[in-house]
């Protein structure tokens, strides 16, 4: 059996676009010609997860019934601009998502297993499109679903159990034989879904919002892929978010440990977790963009780039910090953490300063109402705790164990937006140093250290 496979990832603004699928399948075309073995993990359509969102709610009042509507509208005229005629192929998966939404109704509770379920039928509605769209042109074609394929790991808490699970993502010889056969030269293209996986029991759980990246990564990494494109809506990836930043340039090649960092504080073009799965393979990554497929994007791989102190300026827009204080409260760092997880926050990360503990964190549950706007004290009354809830990270990240960031910020800064800096943080051994800024200044802190670290002192 040869090893040449490939994974391809097309967003939500790729596979909504008639005029992108040209490409999808030039792109197909252009692996299969070199002997590659292609699967084709596909988004929801644009905007779709966040209808389905809205329509959590909206099954709660009883008020599904046209939203669905709407939905299975938006496909169709869809399916009718590829010239598909698919009403009955999607007409079960309109099916499933009326019987979810009447018994959310029914028992007036969006449970996050009932969550997960719902906004997984984005995902099976758009590759179910894409499977016929590929098939139609002759290609020799296998759809999955992608919770046969990728199996979840158990989380602490329920939310997250459905909503961001993790996967094991082992090489599995048995998978690539599974769905290419024993003859791996015979042109198959394998069509999954990105977003949802299964847990032990067979219920559907969601990789978090974002998550099409992640299933591409565990499943580039167990049937042993050499390559994982990642088709968006930009060039690749930038030293600042282009739509805040018009000056952003685009970075040529990233090595694995940067892009993760970029990942983590806040950059949108991939999600953290696709790159320990690449890297422990050897995955190399190329994002590029669907309208402008002749770029040849941004490369990740062992690959540094110019190691200059700072190579990015990335946010989180918001966040929330929290300082525990006390002798003994290392002792109780994950009780913390689990209680915090439970109530639906993510844990962006958290550290020790003399005897307090610091978490920031972000709240994802969006089944209820948002808790960041209760005091949290009332959730550890026997904690001396500091809150500050409206803020937001503007995080540089740079050469790895830079030593002298505090000496670089002093030079180019002269101390003008010191009062705007409500704390900071020099993580991960020296790679990235964090601002933790009100939320109405994270803008215009982040194009001030654009210009000062990137724009003055790198080449690119």
């Not at 059996?1 to 030039?26: C, D, Y």
């Not at 190691?307 to 002792?331: H, Y």
């Not at 900071?424 to 020296?430: A, K, S, T, W």
Request: proline share 2%; net charge negative; charged share 20%.
């Amino acid at each position: 059996m040869t090893n040449k496979m490939v994974v391809l990832k097309f967003g939500g603004s790729s596979v909504a676009e008639p005029r992108h699928w040209q490409s999808i399948a030039e792109r197909l075309h252009y692996h299969i010609d070199n002997q590659y073995c292609p699967l084709l993990v596909l988004s929801a359509l644009k905007n779709v997860s966040n209808q389905l969102e809205e329509l959590l709610h909206q099954a709660i009042d009883g008020k599904h019934n046209e939203a669905i509507n709407h939905l299975k509208k938006q496909h169709l005229n869809f399916s009718q601009q590829l010239d598909l005629d698919l009403e009955q192929q999607l007409q079960p998966w309109f099916n499933q998502l009326d019987a979810d939404c009447i018994s959310i109704y029914q028992k007036q509770h969006v449970s996050p297993a009932a969550h997960a379920r719902v906004l997984a039928v984005g995902e099976l509605l758009s590759t179910t499109i894409g499977a016929e769209y590929l098939d139609q042109r002759g290609f020799n074609l296998s759809w999955q679903d992608s919770r046969k394929l990728l199996k979840s790991t158990a989380q602490r808490d329920q939310w997250h159990h459905y909503t961001s699970a993790e996967c094991e993502y082992n090489y599995d010889a048995q998978m690539v034989e599974r769905l290419y056969g024993n003859n791996q030269q015979n042109n198959k293209v394998v069509v999954t879904q990105g977003f949802i996986a299964s847990d032990s029991r067979g219920n559907t759980v969601l990789l978090g919002r974002e998550g099409s990246d992640t299933s591409a990564a565990y499943l580039a990494a167990m049937i042993g892929a050499k390559k994982l494109e990642i088709w968006t809506d930009v060039t690749g990836v930038f030293t600042a978010n282009p739509r805040d930043i018009e000056s952003a340039r685009q970075l040529p090649y990233l090595s694995y440990r940067q892009s993760y960092l970029m990942a983590k504080y806040g950059a949108k073009v991939l999600h953290s977790r696709v790159l320990k799965p690449v890297e422990q393979n050897g995955v190399i990554v190329n994002v590029r963009s669907t309208g402008q497929a002749a770029h040849s994007g941004t490369i990740i791989s062992s690959k540094s780039a110019e190691q200059s102190p700072v190579i990015a300026v990335v946010t989180e827009p918001k966040a929330i910090r929290l300082v525990f204080k006390g002798q003994k409260i290392s002792e109780q760092c994950q009780q913390i953490i689990n209680q915090l997880n439970s109530f639906g926050f993510d844990i962006l990360f958290d550290g020790h300063r003399n005897d307090e503990y610091y978490v920031i964190v972000k709240y994802v549950n969006s089944d209820k109402a948002l808790f960041a706007q209760m005091d949290l004290k009332v959730s550890f009354p026997n904690e001396n705790l500091d809150i500050y809830y409206d803020g937001a990270l503007v995080t540089l990240v740079g050469r790895a164990n830079y030593e002298d960031w505090n000496n670089l910020l002093e030079e180019r800064l002269k101390h003008q937006d010191c009062e705007r800096v409500v704390d900071y943080f020099l993580n991960d051994c020296g790679s990235t140093y964090t601002l933790f800024v009100a939320s109405s200044d994270y803008l215009s802190i982040s194009q001030l250290l654009h210009h000062e670290f990137v724009e003055k002192l790198i080449k690119i």
